[in-house]
């Protein structure tokens, strides 16, 4: 429930880091100024006695993190992809979010699997093995079907996880309306929908049958990638707080070393991943969109296997054309292409000046690309990206907040494979690949295609609308001739265009 009782969720947050320590460490990593770090400290030192103490033998920041909660959690888990943000001593350390939480026992386990799945687990597995990951929102198990002899995974949701995560979530919307209340020239950011998207992203994880449906729709998008696998989902046996999917044999890419010795190449295995996952993004505008070390292995045969789809992404056609043209203005260094699909996307306010804008693009863009492979950062683009666009008074895009902060992970990740992983040159043909499928006169004539193909779903109803209309006019007393005829007569003009360039798209497409 929100309201302002949850203030004092907030304060324990404070006190919870500086008790365990991990105040000072935050405040190191992101190096923050010593005024910044005196009030923070000071305000949060009286309230110590409310912070939880969490797990003494755990380092500050995870310890902090996990007696938080999951939403935190969650959090931590991100920072562990960016050593080049938080540094690779505290990545390494948060990495033992991803998967290696404190299980809950097996005895549990079973029986959240016979209450959704209503069978008792030896009716349905011959083999069910102690928990083998455990993470923020569930743990795996490892099984055998009965019936089949297939080697499966089994994924339960930890009991009271809903409530858990209700109470972090409204705590964050307090925060954000506080924010906005407090700091007007804050509202542009819209902070309480960026806590709205993550408060739907948390939902449809919490319910296993969309991450199924997700794992499914997934899987056939992905079917003809090279060297990438989706175990297949089971879904007789999968349920609510149950999912039951193909086991994923293979090395941890989270694990350098393991991954040396059974001899994969590192560097490919980075740029494969980056490639990966901006096809899907504008290929198939619907992505992964929680791709840290936890969620993905390497096979025997080197292929990709990635699994834990709660957290899915979607951009809509028009979006993934405009977030490909702004990323290939970049590549091309062509800042005033970038700033002018900026302004035609209407993601920059029309009173600004273009040309102002594409010089401040070009102070972003330039400083990145002189610098060697291992410097380059994906991080830093959007970092300057945000103070320019902030300047210029561009509104925080919620629809592509997602696809940012998991193009941010995703790099983190390449880049824990290999430093010298260069995310532009993984890019540039994938974009430009899309670029040349989506934007050129092929895509246009495809466009007219759409629309006549709309136009002529909605034929057999012209008539009814148009009389409707003339019949709203006339009870308002408004001189039908006047004002609905040249809406008529604009509408079968337009019409006969669109049929007309139709006609020419399907042809020109059946010839080609």
Avoid: C
Avoid at 148 to 171: C, H, N
Avoid at 174 to 183: D, K, P, Q, Y
Avoid at 407 to 418: N, Q, Y
Avoid at 440 to 455: E, I, M
Wanted: glycine residues 8%.
């Amino acid at each position: 429930m929100r309201g302002p009782h949850n203030i004092i969720r907030l304060i324990r947050t404070g006190a919870t880091l500086e008790r365990t320590g991990a105040m000072k460490v935050v405040m190191d990593a992101f190096e923050a100024p010593t005024l910044v770090r005196v009030v923070l400290r000071g305000l949060v030192w009286p309230f110590q006695w409310l912070g939880y103490k969490g797990d003494p033998d755990a380092p500050a920041l995870p310890r902090a993190l996990t007696a938080l909660g999951p939403a935190y959690i969650k959090f931590g888990q991100v920072l562990s992809t960016r050593p080049d943000v938080v540094g690779g001593d505290l990545a390494g350390e948060l990495r033992v979010l991803q998967d290696k939480l404190p299980p809950f026992g097996i005895a549990t386990a079973k029986a959240e699997v016979e209450a959704e799945l209503g069978q008792p687990v030896d009716e349905i597995f011959s083999e069910f093995s102690e928990p083998v990951a455990a993470a923020s929102i569930a743990q795996v198990h490892r099984a055998r079907l009965r019936e089949s002899g297939e080697e499966v995974a089994v994924k339960i949701l930890r009991p009271g996880i809903e409530k858990a995560f209700r109470k972090d979530i409204d705590a964050f919307y307090l925060a954000a309306n506080t924010i906005e209340f407090l700091s007007p020239g804050s509202r542009r950011l819209r902070p309480r929908d960026v806590i709205e998207h993550f408060d739907r992203g948390v939902t449809s994880e919490l319910d296993l049958r969309l991450e199924s449906a997700n794992a499914s729709e997934y899987a056939a998008n992905s079917a003809e990638d090279p060297g990438y696998q989706v175990p297949a989902i089971m879904w007789e046996h999968s349920a609510r707080r149950v999912m039951t999917l193909g086991w994923a044999e293979g090395t941890p890419i989270g694990d350098n070393d393991a991954l040396d010795a059974a001899g994969h190449d590192r560097h490919a295995l980075g740029s494969r991943i980056l490639e990966l996952f901006l096809n899907h993004a504008l290929r198939d505008g619907y992505f992964h969109a929680d791709m840290h070390q936890g969620n993905m292995k390497v096979a025997a045969n080197g292929d990709i296997i990635v699994y834990d789809f709660g957290i899915m992404g979607y951009i809509d056609e028009y979006t993934r054309r405009v977030y490909a043209e702004i990323l290939y203005g970049f590549i091309q260094r062509d800042y005033k292409r970038v700033a002018e699909v900026h302004f035609e996307a209407g993601y920059v306010p029309a009173d600004q000046d273009v040309d102002e804008f594409a010089r401040a693009l070009r102070a972003v863009g330039e400083p990145i690309f002189g610098m060697d492979a291992t410097r380059i950062s994906m991080g830093r683009l959007l970092s300057y990206l945000f103070e320019v666009t902030e300047r210029f008074g561009m509104a925080t895009r919620t629809e592509l907040i997602l696809l940012q902060r998991t193009m941010v992970v995703v790099e983190g990740v390449a880049r824990s494979l290999d430093p010298r992983v260069n995310i532009w040159d993984v890019a540039k043909p994938v974009v430009s690949s899309y670029i040349q499928t989506s934007i050129g006169p092929r895509a246009v004539l495809g466009d007219f295609a759409k629309t006549a193909r709309v136009l002529s779903r909605f034929g057999p109803r012209l008539p009814a609308m148009v009389e409707a209309a003339l019949i709203a006019q006339s009870e308002e007393k408004i001189d039908a001739k006047r004002s609905v005829w040249p809406w008529i007569v604009t509408g079968v003009g337009l019409g006969a265009v669109f049929g007309t360039f139709a006609t020419l798209a399907v042809g020109l497409i059946l010839w080609h």
